[in-house]
């Protein structure tokens, strides 16, 4: 397609009319748009043009329009792909890698073809190819060799199995990081820009005073007051905003300022991206991660720190803010802020100090903000357990979570009435959430640990039926779990009609963490069905299972063997009772993982007239993002098998979800907008650095969806 269209000028000749500006702005730049600048002469400069000067895009939007040409580069030519290069003849991948890299260099050829997946004007890359190891074409070979499905995708592959268990294939990729969901996101985002040149957009500084009363005048404080009232709602400890305001401004110690900076940062999130806000966030993200760093390395013995620090490990569980960029070459997890949290708890001996409230207080101790904060710092210290391949409740759990039942029982329902006055809605509800996580938390990991015994016991006890324990397991748990739900909903009704609708962004995370929980559940006792056939001296065991193990090691090896797809395959297609169970409680697993994706793909409506619900959003993603890549490990081992018999019905071919995540992706990228694109931070380090989470995994689901469609 032609840059220009001919016209007919006053001579006669054909006159070239440009379809698009000769100079962008920095934006418009980023976001890969048509600038339409009232006058392309303007002279080049880092400070915001006036609002006649100004494009059009900026100008309605009410964003900085900036035209500096200071680092602008000559362009150069991009080097083809060496198609050459010597493939080695064992990768499977090879040619599919190949046909991938040649395939996007065809759609990058024309700009009539619009890539697909590619959303233009969007200015975001949906062209990543990251699930090279789910693919239907791919020949599932089944026998006692080598296997010939092996993943090169480093979140797809396991570290090698123990020499112990050296029948077990140690090439075959296994699936560790299922249901471990942002262990998982955070591997995924690394595959899929290992190889891109992405600089992190964290702005290394020096720490200066902060001017908080120039920074947020009064009228930007009231608006800030609805955000602090819905962030309550996850963080009940808090106390007003006008104290935190009064005491953290006139602080100089870096807790109180990444105190502060993370309140109003957070409660910036639902305000619509007009320009004094976006500037607000601009600058305070670069702040909170040096404030943070800070906090980190010299750990300063408070509660305030405490405070900041489960803010932070809420809203920034993979060590950025939501909306900043960063190198998602090497995002992980951030168990660092967790473990600070454990080290300073156990300084300030906030184990004693709870139990010393607890025994003088009786139930006024809802009303303690220090104890509360107990509450918090122990869900979240048994949240990220949910994360290891093997999770353990902490110390604390068994006593905050039996507290945390009485608050939900029948007999406590008079506090609840009572706080409305005294406490507000906001309050309640973020009293209701802390304790409904710590009850259903410890749950989660008891059914987990009861899992993990039924293959213990049909290791030690070949006469043990191990598959009507764990389908028991299964029910009991679903049994435990509705209990958990009636007790709270029963107390949501009470709140729910003096709330204002504050409790809207805490229900939309409820339920897709609720359903998570569901997930992990059945994740792990699915392994745990699989691991029944593999247990030797079982007498569910299959034939070619060795029997010279020695007892203390059977459950090991069964467990081992339950994780190679090799091993799975060939269980899947045979008649057997645990199987059976698998392709029952696997469906189950797959409708829940569609309700959760589904969650994420509504959050946009739900939003109202604010720009976006305030509530973990990391967390959430990370949640949608393990579920699609349950359902497409579903799809794709049940194209193999049909496809192998022959048979290969049409659900598979246009797969029903296919739709709820295209609605996913689409809202990852309405929330990017949010951030337009990091706009002041584009005046401080030039365009195109770094991507944020949501961009990065709305890139993974476009992903998805290609490879699927």
Known sequence: ????????????????????????????????????????????????????????????????????DAGRKPAKKRARADTDVERDPNDPFAALRASQASGSRAKGKGKGKAAAGKDNGEGIDHSLEVMQTIHPELEYKYGDGEPALYSSDPFLRSSPLSATFANIPAA???????????????????????????????????????????????????????????????HAYLESFQTIWDRCTASPLCEDQLLLCMIIYLSSLPLAPELPVTKLRAYLRPRITCFRDRVLLHTPISFTTLQALELVSVHAPLGVVPLQLTDPRIVTVARGQI???????????????????????????????????????????????????????????????????????????????????????????????????LCRLGEVIDSLDRLRKTIDTA???????????????????????????????????????????????????????????????????????????????SRLALPSVPSDIPPLQRASYAMARAVVPVDIMPLLQNNSLATMVIWQYGTH???????????????????????????????????????????MEI??????????????????????????????????????????????GALERGPGQGETIANACSNILGSMVRLTE
């Open 1 to 68: 397609m032609s840059a220009q269209i001919h016209t007919q000028g006053t001579n006669g000749e054909p006159r070239a009319k440009r379809t698009h500006a000769r100079r962008s702005c920095e934006l418009c730049k980023i976001r890969k748009t048509r600038c339409e600048l009232p006058d392309i002469d303007i002279p080049s400069s880092s400070e915001p043009l006036g609002e006649d000067k100004a494009c059009h895009r900026c100008r309605v939007l009410a964003l900085p329009c900036v035209v500096d």
């Open 172 to 234: 075959a990729s296994d699936i560790t990081l299922r249901s471990r969901p942002l262990e998982l996101a955070c591997a995924m985002i690394r595959t899929a820009y290992s190889k891109m040149m992405v600089k992190d957009g964290r702005l290394a500084m020096t720490l200066e005073k902060i001017d908080w009363l120039k920074l947020v005048d009064s009228s930007m404080l009231d608006r800030l007051e609805h955000g602090f009232s819905r962030l309550r709602t996850f």
């Open 339 to 437: 473990a600070a949290l454990r080290f300073i708890s156990s300084q300030v001996k906030f184990a004693t100090f709870f139990q010393a409230i607890a025994e003088r207080e009786g139930d006024n101790l809802w009303n303690q903000p220090d104890c509360l904060l107990y509450f918090y710092t122990t869900a979240l210290d048994a949240g990220m357990a949910l994360e290891d391949e093997a999770p353990h409740a902490p110390a604390a759990l068994a006593e905050v979570r039996e507290l945390a039942a009485q608050y939900l029982g029948e007999s406590r329902e008079y506090l609840w009435r009572n706080g409305q006055e005294s406490i507000g809605a906001a309050g309640l509800v973020g009293r209701l959430g802390v304790f409904d996580r």
């Open 459 to 537: 290791a030690m006890d070949g006469e043990f039926n191990a598959v009507d324990a764990i389908s028991d397991e299964f029910t009991l748990f679903a049994q435990k779990m509705d209990k958990c739900d009636q007790r709270h909903e029963a107390i949501l009704a009470i709140i729910t009609p003096f709330s204002g609708n504050l409790e809207r962004g805490y229900v939309i995370h409820r339920s897709m963490r609720r359903r998570f929980e569901h997930i992990k559940v059945l994740s792990h006792g699915m392994l745990c069905l699989i691991a029944t056939s593999y247990v030797p001296g």
């Open 589 to 631: 697993r797959g409708e829940i993982s569609q309700q959760v994706i589904a969650t994420l793909g509504d959050l946009q409506s739900h939003a109202g007239t604010e720009a976006v619900e305030l509530l973990p959003i990391h967390e959430c993603i990370a949640y949608a993002l393990d579920s699609s890549k349950i359902l």
């Open 635 to 680: 799809w794709a081992g049940s194209h193999a098998m049909h496809k192998k018999s022959g048979n290969l019905p049409d659900s598979l071919l246009s797969p029903a979800w296919i739709h709820t995540l295209k609605r996913a992706g689409r809202t990852l990228r309405l929330f990017g907008f949010l951030s337009p694109p990091e706009a002041m």
